[in-house]
């Protein structure tokens, strides 16, 4: 079924290297009433293909990836898509990861 216009529908792009942890975060989104995953992508460099062809309403980032990080993939993502928020997670964080995610627009 098709979610009416009237329905604040989010489709959401997730961005991970790990095929497991992009399931896991598929199925968790696909529980939640209002969201729907639209793609992933496996590197920033994919995200930012992925995010042009599919237009998300959130962009859920990993922050180690080969290719090209999270980080890097935001920066362009920003100036691309300055409405879609962006979200960051990471085994490895830390408070100057936190600054660099902010100075970048990632949300959460």
Known sequence: MRPSSSHSFKSVL????NPWIRMVLRERFQREADLAVCG????????????QQLHPKLIVLDLSMPVMN????????RRLMPSVPLVMYSA?????LEQ????????A
């Open 70 to 77: 999270g980080l890097d993939a935001a920066r362009i993502l």
């Open 100 to 107: 660099q995610a902010r100075l970048v627009g990632i949300r």
């Open 14 to 17: 997730i961005v991970d290297d």
């Open 40 to 51: 992933e992508a496996e590197n920033g460099k994919e995200a930012i293909e992925k995010a």
């Open 92 to 96: 490895f964080w830390n408070k100057f």
